[in-house]
């Protein structure tokens, strides 16, 4: 953090630290993040080594002390032109704008498309760009209540910042105005329209000029003779991998299954690498038609699952371990002892990845199918397996238990003195509006800030605090940036663990310092490697008994 403020030089600063670091990276250091004043550095700690990257940080910090200047910007920032429609139906809040600030719509919109704006950073949303240099006379308040439905393309007035809106989604700033421009598209090269550093100029354009349709069209599913059909989706059946590396600094989130180590146990029990695409199941699992013999493994919580083959045949299908099945229907139920579980499949969903993974990036429409939970009808294209699958259900007498206590305290790092014992006195339930964005708890209210502060990078653990007082524990689909207060961060050790949380579970949480975080990553680490060996060896004496 280089400071509490929106300013240009600042955040000049942030971009040269930014530029510097990137430069000079350590192994391991997977994205780079700037926002407005601060900077997140993003590394995987088995690859790196933590002390080399602070080196790094130290280093970049010093070298770019002197700070950076508006009118000097980064050495790879481009100046792009915004063409934009102004007012009536691609700017619906012009109007009551310019009556607020004491203007016509005319004016408003011309000293709006006169200014030089720089990109500060990207989030929000995938290729959302959080735009400063706007004329302080134009600042607006946000919409009292937020939409539920923003046009994709729309330019948009919040505060002091001006910005664009990549796809549909909900938003609170004044919409002035729309723009034909696709700002964010996973196909292309590079995804967003806009980068950190990069200068913008809006342009206002005829009407007629705004697109109808941004949306992108979904990757085209390659043919094959290995599939499943979904007949009946469940609640929140997505497809998840271990997500997302390297594109944080354009807004993309990591998406990726809520539990990676039950994910990629799932994967080794039907001998896949562990980040192959598999199937996360919400509450209650789908109806799926297997149109092949395949193996399957199922991980997290419990699932009433049930196999019919083409006699009418019905079977169990245990989890923690390979089960094969011939072609039939899989009926996955209802949930026990958690909210979510993991199916895997031998050769691993093979939907096309997006930005380097399968995921489905439910905030970003893009990855897995569509971008979006299954619906029935879906089609499921499966990888080639070398797995064996037998003409009738079978399933070995041995199987896995990750063993997590579930009823042991969420253990977080504080990262504000005096927040740690309140966070931790609380009696915390999960919201029923918790998602795979993040966990919201009820209870009795924490005192909250008066005011958002200044948007800067967040990560799954993050704690934040709401104006509510109630905090909300950031998950994989979380937002890339945020501008609310952050408590701390929960260890990587029990993140998994708030994947199973179902709405009204009791929650408590237990500040601890870095080491003791660090040190229950390891053992988590240590426990999944021993558990993988023990599988494959397993599978190795069951394949040559």
Do not use: K
């Not at 088995?46 to 080196?55: P, S």
């Not at 006379?137 to 393309?153: I, K, Q």
């Not at 330019?155 to 796809?167: H, K, M």
């Not at 080794?268 to 192959?276: F, I, S, T, Y």
Request: proline share 10%; net charge neutral.
């Amino acid at each position: 953090m280089l400071g509490e403020r929106i300013d240009a030089a600042l955040n000049a600063r942030v971009h040269a630290l930014a530029a510097r670091l990137r430069e000079r990276a350590p192994a391991g250091v997977e994205d780079i993040v700037p926002a407005y004043a601060s900077l997140a550095v993003c590394f995987d700690p088995e690859r790196a080594d933590a002390d080399a990257v602070r080196a790094a940080i130290a280093d970049a910090l010093a070298a770019t002390a002197g700070g950076g200047t508006p009118a000097s910007p980064a050495a790879d920032a481009r100046e792009i032109e915004i063409p934009v429609v102004y007012g009536g139906e691609a700017g619906p809040d012009l109007a009551d704008a310019a009556a607020a600030l004491g203007l016509t719509p005319e004016t408003l919109a011309a000293r709006h498309a006169a200014g030089t704006y720089t990109v500060a950073m990207l989030g929000f949303a995938p290729g959302f760009p959080y735009l400063i240099g706007l004329d302080p006379a134009l600042a607006l308040p946000r919409l009292p209540t937020p939409r539920t439905r923003v046009p994709a393309g729309s330019v948009a007035i919040g505060g002091a910042q001006t910005g664009l809106y990549p796809r549909e989604s909900p938003g609170g700033w004044r919409l002035i105005g729309r723009t034909p421009l696709r700002v964010f598209d996973p196909a292309r090269a590079p995804p967003a329209l806009l980068a950190p550093g990069d200068r913008v100029r809006f342009r206002a354009v005829a009407p007629d000029a705004v697109a109808r349709d941004d949306g992108v069209p979904a990757p085209a599913v390659p043919a094959t003779a290995r599939a499943m059909r979904v007949l009946r989706p469940g609640p929140l059946t997505t497809v998840q991998d271990a997500g997302r590396i390297g594109w944080r600094h354009l807004g993309v989130g990591r998406a990726g299954a809520l539990d990676p180590d039950a994910a990629a146990l799932a994967n080794a029990l039907v001998g896949n690498p562990p980040d192959a695409a598999v199937l996360e199941l919400t509450l209650q699992g789908p109806t799926l038609a297997l149109d092949v013999p395949v193996r399957v493994a199922l991980c997290g919580a419990a699932v009433e699952a049930r196999f019919e083959d083409a006699h009418g045949r019905t079977a169990h299908v245990p989890g923690g371990r390979p089960v094969a099945l011939p072609a039939g229907i899989l009926r996955l139920g209802a949930l026990r002892g958690g909210a979510r579980a993991w199916m895997a499949i031998a050769g691993g969903i093979d939907v096309p990845p997006v930005l380097g993974s399968r995921s489905t990036d439910l905030r970003g429409g893009f990855g897995g199918v569509a971008g979006r939970a299954l619906r029935s009808g879906d089609v499921l294209p499966l990888g080639e397996s070398r797995a064996p699958a037998a003409d009738a259900p079978h399933a070995p007498a041995w199987w896995i238990d990750p063993c997590d206590d579930e009823d042991a305290p969420v253990r977080f790092v504080s990262a504000r003195t005096g927040d740690a014992a309140a966070l931790a006195a609380r009696a915390w339930r999960v919201d029923p509006r918790s998602d795979r964005q993040g966990v919201r708890l009820a209870g009795e209210a924490l005192p909250a800030a008066a005011h958002d502060g200044v948007s800067a990078p967040v990560v799954p653990g993050t704690i934040q605090l709401p104006p509510d007082g109630r905090p909300i524990l950031l998950l994989a689909d979380a937002q890339t940036t945020g501008g609310y207060p952050v408590l701390g961060h929960v260890i990587a050790a029990d993140l998994p663990r708030l994947a199973q949380l179902r709405p009204g579970d009791a929650l408590a949480l237990l500040p601890v310092d870095a080491g003791t975080a660090a040190a229950a990553w390891r053992e988590r680490r240590a426990r999944r490697a021993r558990l993988a060996v023990a599988i494959a060896m397993r599978l190795e004496r069951d394949a040559h008994p």
